[in-house]
């Protein structure tokens, strides 16, 4: 269990440092137009808990596979970062500092922990895989989607709860 929290806090930084590069990348404004144009395109009409939880849960069920879900979930947290700089660049402020103030929300650490357990398995997994030793991983590998579910279902009505919520131009 000791060895599964240490990996746990590696691929939490890595989830972290993966999309913080992306939220660096530079944009012209004609870019990052596109980029929001382009994510708005693919969201449901209504951004309800509902919605917010199955994308999020669907990312995190990839990470689970071996391997594979470390190159996708990769490539999902950078171009996630690049969408928070696409923000960015309207807002005219650095897309790390846009990625650095999500964490004020508690659904940002939510879903960067449940996406970490994932990779944590996956990597279990592929030891496991490896070793010719899978067992103990698929014991663990249900109570691990369990705890994921619960946690970006938690995350997923916080968030939408924000989403929600009127901005005032105060």
Known sequence: MRKWFQ???????????ITGLGASRPL????GSEII?????????KLSATAIFRNNFQVALIMLI?????????YVLYNT???ISAAATGLAVPGSLV???LFLFPFALLEFGAYSAALTQSYFIAAGIYRR???????????????????????AFIEASYLSRPVSAS
Do not use: D, H, T
């Open 7 to 17: 990996v746990y806090i590696i691929a939490f930084a890595l989830a972290i440092l």
């Open 28 to 31: 012209s404004k004609a870019e």
């Open 37 to 45: 144009e382009n994510f708005r395109s693919q969201l449901p009409e």
């Open 66 to 74: 071996p391997v594979i879900g470390w190159i996708i979930g990769g």
């Open 81 to 83: 970062g690049v969408v």
């Open 99 to 101: 990625f650095l103030f």
């Open 133 to 155: 030793n899978i067992r103990p991983q698929l014991r663990g590998l249900a109570l691990v989607i369990i705890i994921i579910a619960a946690v970006l279902l938690l995350a």
